[in-house]
């Protein structure tokens, strides 16, 4: 297998993100508008479910987390778990979200295998938080900028999940997931393409991995979008009927979802025929969507208030404490690590997209050369770490170490080409980087007298060269 160096690797995904991005940049047929709301489910960074004591571990055996309450046994009671709430209003805060004092939880009844209450409980009329936004501008990707609203924020459970392909003919129940806390971060319908749509996502992403309410990983399911697509001629101010699409976990593959459903959308419409309410799904090889049932209204969920659950009341000093809590925002720390240390967009943004990466690199740079701190991290650094398979997340050179050794090339100890074996050595060697160069016998010599008794034996020993 081709072994690329971390950087190049980084390097690499950011080039295929973007040009995943440009492949389906959304170009509409002339005189339509596409109109597009995005409905985001994360996983909440906690412990135990949303209701119950079971444990959120991934990856689990399946059904070993599952207790009376997440089966929905007969006579249980949920109790809300407050590091959920927690999670939540986290992720209000850092959406620029208003939270709500006061919210409530409702019963939305709907069956299905996986989810054994027959009702999920969620917050629809009275969610945690109300507003909200990302911006997207040029240093996300956006050609033009756009500061996409949220309409709100809910706390709800996750079901269980149903595994159809393992036993033919048969279904399998894993209830593992059953309860799980979830946030619904509902965007207004302010989207106007599948490129924005990725860079929407993408934000959200981001931004929930920063403040660390969620893994958010799409292809493990920790984040779920179901896309709202709807088209109308440029310039009406009324929306247009819209349909959903349901499970678009990549977002390459949610850019091409949208950009088919504009395409049937606008066909339809062009041959005077209506376009329906319905839920649909995509269909990767035909690059189609699909009619996947007729898309269900409130009404038809039936939904109830939770007589379980009393309000949830929250006090400004709760509030307070977990807006204080925040670490800096991704933007603000784009716009500032930009200017403090002379970054490009390109490089402080690879600084970004790692966990606890910046938080490094801030370390290292303390009393050093910025320019030479980004070289030996970006390049050489994730470069040594590629090259044994390892990422960011695993590196075993603590900052004040890596400091260690730009200080020995900055004193001239020993020579960068040293410098960079030792880099290597220092992967597997805990010891502190002076020791190794000793051991290794990497130590520049500055003794001119001794360094000229060197030159002068070499000239004499190589007396036809000389001549
Ligand atoms: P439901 O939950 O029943 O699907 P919501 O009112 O919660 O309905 O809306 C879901 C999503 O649909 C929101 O993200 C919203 O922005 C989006 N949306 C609403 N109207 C339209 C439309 N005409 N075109 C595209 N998206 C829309
Ligand atoms: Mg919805």
């Known amino acids: 297998m081709l072994r690329l160096t971390r950087c190049a690797y980084l390097r690499s995904q950011l080039f295929k993100a973007v040009r995943n991005f440009s492949t389906s940049e959304g170009s509409i047929k002339d005189?339509?508008?596409?109109?597009?709301?995005?409905?985001?489910?994360a996983q909440l960074n906690t412990k135990t479910k949303?209701?119950?004591?079971?444990?959120?571990?991934?990856?689990?055996?399946?059904n070993t987390h599952v207790s009376a309450i997440d089966a929905a046994f007969p006579g249980v009671q949920p109790r809300l778990n407050i590091h959920a709430v927690e999670q939540a209003v986290k992720a209000a805060l850092s959406l620029q979200g208003q939270i709500q004092k006061r919210s409530t939880f409702e019963r939305k009844h709907y069956y299905y295998p996986d989810l054994p209450q027959g009702y999920q409980i969620t917050q629809q009329r009275e969610p945690i938080s109300r507003g909200g936004f990302i911006q997207l501008t040029e240093l996300d990707g956006a050609k033009i900028p756009a500061k996409i609203g949220i309409h709100q924020i809910q706390i709800e459970q996750d079901t269980g999940k149903s595994i159809h392909d393992m036993r033919p003919g048969e279904s399998l129940l894993d209830l593992n997931r059953a309860g799980i806390g979830l946030i619904e971060i509902v965007s207004k319908p302010d989207i106007r393409s599948s490129y924005e749509a990725g860079l929407y996502v993408k934000k959200l992403q981001q931004l929930l991995q920063w403040v660390d309410v969620s893994k958010a990983n799409l292809e493990e399911g920790s984040m779920r979008c179901d896309v709202n697509v709807s088209v109308r001629k440029q310039g009406d101010s009324q929306f247009g009927t819209r349909c959903e699409l349901k499970n678009l976990n990549r977002i390459?593959?949610?850019?091409?979802?949208?950009?088919?459903?504009?395409?049937?959308?606008?066909?339809?419409?062009e041959n005077g025929i209506p376009v329906h309410v319905e839920t649909r799904r995509y269909d990767e090889l035909r690059n189609?969507?699909?009619?996947?049932r007729d898309k269900e209204?409130?009404?038809?969920?039936?939904?109830?208030?939770?007589?379980?659950l009393p309000p949830l009341l929250l006090s400004e000093d709760f509030i307070d404490r977990i807006a204080n809590s925040l670490p800096e925002l991704p933007d603000v720390s784009l716009d500032r690590i930009m200017k403090q240390?002379?970054?490009?967009l390109f490089n402080a943004n690879l600084l970004l997209h790692e966990y606890k990466c910046l938080d490094y690199f801030e370390r290292v740079c303390e009393g050093r050369d910025p320019n030479t701190v980004t070289k030996w991290m970006l390049n050489e650094l994730s470069g040594a770490l590629a090259a044994k398979d390892k990422t960011f997340k695993d590196n075993p050179i603590s900052s004040k170490r890596f400091g260690g050794l730009l200080d020995l090339l900055e004193k001239g100890t020993t020579t960068v080409n040293k410098g960079k074996l030792l880099l290597k050595l220092m992967l597997d060697d805990p010891s502190e980087p002076l020791d190794i160069v000793r051991k290794n016998g990497w130590l520049t010599m500055s003794d001119s007298a001794q360094l000229e008794s060197i030159c002068k034996d070499i000239v004499e020993k190589n007396a036809d060269k000389v001549n």
Do not use: C
């Not at 189609?288 to 996947?292: G, M, P």
């Not at 209204?297 to 379980?308: C, I, L, N, V, W």
């Open 252 to 269: 390459r593959i949610l850019s091409a979802a949208i950009d088919a459903e504009v395409t049937r959308q606008i066909e339809l419409l």
């Open 50 to 62: 949303l209701f119950s004591d079971s444990s959120t571990s991934y990856n689990e055996h399946v």
């Open 341 to 344: 240390y002379n970054l490009s």
């Open 31 to 41: 005189g339509w508008e596409a109109v597009i709301g995005i409905e985001v489910h």
């Open 297 to 308: 209204s409130a009404p038809d969920y039936r939904f109830m208030p939770e007589p379980d």
């Open 288 to 292: 189609t969507t699909y009619k996947l």
